[in-house]
């Protein structure tokens, strides 16, 4: 008798659930996500992609940036120019289109999430012209006829220096495998980032934090970073601001040497409507002493929590810890073969070959280099002093690799931010209820697995529970009552 129920038995969960989880499966297709990185000198479109599939919150998605297009005019110095800023934006809009149209033959762009994340050049507009930017870019964006991508309120952020650091860290640490919590070990490592504006140090300290801490959750597991950023303390903001000290310390003389500078390259610089010009010397000494009043320390009272690093900023020790840089911290260096093979800084040796460029005339540099030249002098002597009495590395460290690649993919804090915004969709989609019925006298458990996403309704419940009770009547199972059992948890 008990065979001839069986099948019955079967074949009515299989109707009545299986339906549930067909409903709810997954096709199996590219997921989008599109980036717009406002930086203080261009905007850049950046596509990434990943695989859809339903995952557990725990999973971290594999993501490629797919495209990357740079347009040579930065948004935030379209503030209050609403057409102008249209143009650009539509602009930036049509080139993530052309790219995903020609990737995939079906899209729907509603599906596909738009992000506009500005960084350090937005940082230095006022209040009122921060808000003017922010508001314009919605209006615009949040226009359907204009932009055919998912876009909401928060989908645009002026990002703090600090969370670009923790971006920067997330996204280092993924592609080193971090994060892969199924693989072999991997240990975490420091972020040392710079653009034209800003510079960024994030890093798991061995210290206790006192300062700075940022708490990060990866896969409902959480990190403890310290992150700083100094705002003007960028590649394009500290050559402003030698400029500026020469010009404050030599008050209205036309000539003025700039010991940053290579011998006899003069440039011509206006500061309230007199022309100066600036005549490179190449005193590597004098400019170490602009420089080192920059990123000076504090000492003794006025730097609390100590150690400091600029200012009275507190930095835990950077020992023991090995750090990625990338960024501005690539140029220089690269340019000066401070780099040995596997990428790794040799802080030594960017000292000597600093002091052998900015000694140089700029009549023995060629025509095609000569562009730079006289800035890896200054970068050389500002990262090395950044590196060793800001920052505390020690000049015989091995632990700085510089490199803006990891596998082949580009070290990026917008690859964080996506990971990030993946990862949040994820946690939200798999927060719901997982629902289990749970039967011991059958030795089984039919569930919505919420590594599917698939939800079994009180619809699909009920006709369940009375087919199991009526069958395992049918089948002389004793123990009805408590036989099955629903189980709902998060």
């Known amino acids: 008798m008990v065979d001839q129920f069986m099948l019955p038995l079967i074949l009515f969960i299989g109707v009545f659930v299986q339906p549930a989880f ?45 495209h990357n297009k740079r347009i040579k005019v930065s948004l935030e110095d379209l503030a209050h120019d609403e057409e102008g800023l249209e143009r650009e934006l539509m602009m930036a809009i049509d080139i993530a289109v052309e790219y995903i149209n020609n990737t995939e ?18 940082r230095t507009l006022t209040g ?51 994060f892969n919590f199924t693989g072999p070990p991997v240990s975490p490592v420091g972020i040392l980032e710079m653009g034209g504006g800003s510079t960024q140090i994030s890093f798991i300290p061995h210290d206790p934090l006192y300062d700075g801490e940022f708490h990060l959750y990866v896969a409902k597991r959480r990190y403890d970073l310290y992150v700083h950023s100094y705002l003007n303390f960028g590649q394009n903001y500290m050559k402003h601001r030698v400029n500026n000290w020469l010009l404050h310390h030599h008050k209205n003389k036309p000539h003025i040497s700039d010991p940053c500078r290579l011998v006899d390259d003069n440039i011509k610089v206006k500061r309230h409507n007199k022309t100066m010009i600036l005549h490179g010397s190449g005193n590597i000494t004098q400019c170490q002493h602009i420089i080192q009043s920059f990123i000076k320390k504090a000492e003794g009272d006025e730097c609390s929590p100590k150690p400091c690093a600029i200012g009275h900023v507190y930095q835990p020790h950077v020992s023991n810890i090995t750090f990625y840089a990338f960024g501005a911290f690539k140029y220089a260096p690269s340019s000066l073969n401070a780099l040995d093979e596997s990428k790794t800084l040799n802080i030594t040796r960017l000292q000597e070959a600093t002091e052998l460029q900015c000694a140089k005339n700029i009549s023995e540099i060629s025509e095609k280099d000569k562009r730079y030249a006289s800035e890896y002098c200054l970068m050389g ?3 090395s002093l950044l590196l060793t009495k800001a920052y505390g590395f020690n000049e015989t460290t091995s632990k700085i690799i510089v490199s803006d690649r990891i596998h082949g993919m580009k070290t990026d804090w917008t690859l964080g931010v996506m990971l990030h ?56 199972i004793p123990g009805v009552s408590r036989g099955c059992r629903l189980v709902s948890s998060t």
């Open 22 to 66: 067909q409903k709810h499966s997954v096709i199996n297709k590219n997921q989008y996500g599109v980036i717009l990185d406002v930086g203080s000198s261009s905007t850049k479109v950046r596509i990434y992609r990943w695989f859809n599939e339903e995952a557990n919150p725990t999973d971290v998605p594999e993501i490629h940036l797919a």
């Open 105 to 122: 033959t079906m899209v729907d762009f509603t599906q596909i999430s738009m992000y506009v994340m500005s960084t350090a050049g937005t």
């Open 128 to 178: 009122y012209d921060a808000r003017h930017f922010v508001k314009n870019i919605r209006k615009i964006l949040s226009n359907s006829s204009i932009n055919p991508f998912y876009f909401k309120a928060s989908n645009i952020q002026i990002l703090s220096g600090e969370e670009e650091g923790v971006y920067s860290w997330l996204s280092t640490n993924y592609l080193l495998g971090f």
């Open 381 to 383: 002597v500002y990262l």
């Open 421 to 476: 915004e993946i990862l949040q969709k994820q946690a939200m989609t798999t927060s719901k209820p997982v629902v289990e019925l749970h039967c011991p006298n059958l030795g089984k458990s039919v569930h919505s697995s919420a590594s599917t996403n698939a939800k079994l309704s009180w619809l699909n419940i009920s006709p369940i529970m009375i087919l199991v009770s009526v069958n395992m009547w049918l089948l002389g």
